[in-house]
């Protein structure tokens, strides 16, 4: 046995018999994880992690997806640390601003922002499930039901939610048409049916009043007899004002791509605490289910878990390059100097690049500088290539000469982020 | 010589009637005639000649979605699956859907690429079954008599949604409009504009700009005379006017941005913002761009409910809520007696068949999309065989179809195959409306709110009525207004009285 697998198991052990007063070793916790749920008479199970691992989250919520009864409803309640996830088959270059991820510059680059917002390192997720891209911090809760497809609507748990909220005193929360959980921001006070999910007494008229603020966003992953629904939850996001910085890419406007699109909403916290949101959430599941009396125990998971094959080949799957960026559908990236006001004459480009499935399938480029004397070799350079196997846009065009201008651009807006995994 | 020659016969017999299963025991030609088949039911073999390759289609995934993009294929062709093995996952908007095999079997074709959209009810993979195959999994594959790829579904995949548009002020514009021809989009300012403009301004320059342009040149408070117009015939076009605008903002002294603004309230401004489509509009958008095409006219006349009700007050005195009676089952099968009487208004506009030769397919069912608003929008799901519905049948479908309307499970099953749609918009409210009609239907009925009016008795006395109004429109490329005017006489004379309509219920 290698001397760190003893020290991680030590770890465990000890982490789990200070919270728990019972010495259970991190081996035996996860196969009870596996058993607990993959029991079949466990019609209601509900689960809560205590690792702020979003891949590990994940990974966990998609092997609920996977084991549990097929008749069972499971709920799962976690916390991310700060990270920007965006949905399956979404494209991270037109989605997130990659460049303000990690806190050190890419080396070498002239492009480095003394503005980084300084909220440390942000990893970049892609999640199973469709959907747009979100932002999580610890303020934020994420909630997931696994339920039988034949049970599953989009409003049904959203609905659950929102009583759960409506019981703590948040009237101002309410089911809204694309199934997100908004806040109504009107002023005017009307008569509105309390046990109506869809509206509260706050809600205007379409379009007259302000507009509410989203605080719950949703995303469904459909297997054959299961249906899964995971949303965020801002309860008390300390980085509301720098999120539209994250999502928000530089490369946008150039890129015309396949693939689901976000649609952005205004934002805002609820403002409640976790525990006590979590502990509401977990009442109102018992209730909705009929076991308000005997509600199912909650257990906790957490790292101990990647000891289940399933889990760990997950995890490590969610944190490849190839997964992260090679799962972008096709797109073009197209800058013509016209769209490129307010820069140096130096960086006038014209640049069209189509890329399927992470390789870069054409190019074409023609500079201030050089006209479209480089093109050949740049396109001998780019063509065939992997996106995710280029590290540093400046280091990969090294001794050519005439391409600091495309690195500059290719930087800029094509940035390779750094992954966790190979 | 002749005994291979039928044997071979009926080996390609067997090949083409593979859905019937009743004729595989009839083919029994297979070794010999003498030794019938041991097992009839299994139409494959060793040899590859006999093998069933048939489309599987891609199932509903619900929520009135008719198309998602293919993310991920699991198989290539020639892959062997399971049942229950996945496919491919697809993606519609925030759903991502893992697709499963329902045989056992080998894949042959892939019929899209990963990043395609693919559509619901269409093929997706073909597939060599080697497993039984039920009644339930018929309906996936293609040949399944509901899945027909006639006319309905080469041409509306799914027609979910039929708009509903109360104000139809494209035949007003056209009647009013004599500038040259003007896009859709830009009618729904026009009403407005043609009331508060001077009639005069209107006669001498209608040939000077389009309504758009009028309409801009209005807003920025100019005088058409004054822009010089650089389009067509010296025609003023959008530009001229924002450049005019721009120098005469310069020229003049500050213009106030909105002069009509009232005292200042403390209102926050609502900010523009970009909406797309939902799902459920896209579908709209599609379908009532097809029927772009069709003339519409508008047959409107006011029925007299006041029997009908008496006769529900009667029936649902002493029954519980969900067994009670609302006037539009009873609509609904006075519409399909009518159409029996006047079958051509149930019937599927057929233009692309013979390009020439426009035909009209009668069709011999009544299935009738009643449309029905719901969270995610307007949903028509369609009621079938009404012509075989009592009135109690009927409405136990109709609340079936629109609970599932309610919960977002309507299938594309219940969505397709109308051949003529009633809307009850008066559930809501509406007078007279003027119903948009789904192509390739060639009518549609819409039903007003049923309000309380006074009329004159047999003796001039005073008497309450309640009347509804049922606003019929039909395509006048192929129904005239004698015909829709019959059909809309029949359908009130039975709703009048209804015991003519008992006397015909069969």
Redesign the interface.
Known sequence: MAPSRGLLRLRQLSAASCRYGSIASGRRAASSFAQHLTNPSAKLQSYISRSRDPFLNLSIEDYVLRHSPPDSVVLFLYTNRPCVVI???QNPWLEVNLGILKVAPEQGSSFSNPELPAIGDVDLVRR?????AVFHDEGNVNWSITCPRADF???KHAEMVVRALRRLGIERARVN???DIVLDQGHERRTSDPSDT?RTAYTGDE?????PLKVSG???????GRALHHATTLLASPNLHIIPQYLHAPAKKFIEA????S?SSPVGNIGLENDIFQQRLQEEFATMYGARDTPPVVRTVGEAELDIPEIRKGYEELRTKEWLLS?T??FRLKVDKSDLDGWSHELNVLLDINIH?GVIKSVDYSDFLYGTDREAQIRFALVGKKLQDIGDWHDFFRGREGTEALAECLTRWLPIPDTPGA | MKSVVSREAGRLLSRQSITNRASFSACRHFKSHSIPRQQPRRQFHNSPSLNIVKPYLLADIGEGITECQVIQWFVKPGARVEQFDPICEVQSDKASVEITSRFDGVIKKLYYEADDMAKVGKPLVDIDIQSEISAADEALLSGGAEKQAATESTQTPEPKDEGLEVERNDTKAIAEDAAPPVTPQEHPPEPTEQETKPQRQLGKHATLATPAVRHMVKEYKLNIEDIDGTGKDGRVTKEDVQKHAGSAKQASTAVPASPSQPAPTPVQPVEDHIKQLTPVQAGMFKLMTRSLSIPHFLYTDSVDFTAMNTLRKKFNAHKGTSQRLTPLPFIVKAASLSLQQYPLLNAHLDTSTNADKPQLLVKGQHHIGIAMDSPSGLLVPVVKNVQSHSIESLAAEISRLSQLARDGKLSSADMTGATFTLSNIGSIGGGAVAPVISSPQVAIVGIGKAKAVPAFGENGELVRKEECIFSWSADHRVIDGAMAARCAEAVRHYLENIESMLVRLR
């Open positions: 949905g399956r088959n199973r499930s469709g959907g747009g609507t989009r409003d048409e694309r199934h869809h379009g007259a009043q302000p507009r949703s995303a469904y992953k459909l297997t054959r396949k693939g689901v699109e649609v799962q559908p096709q499935h």
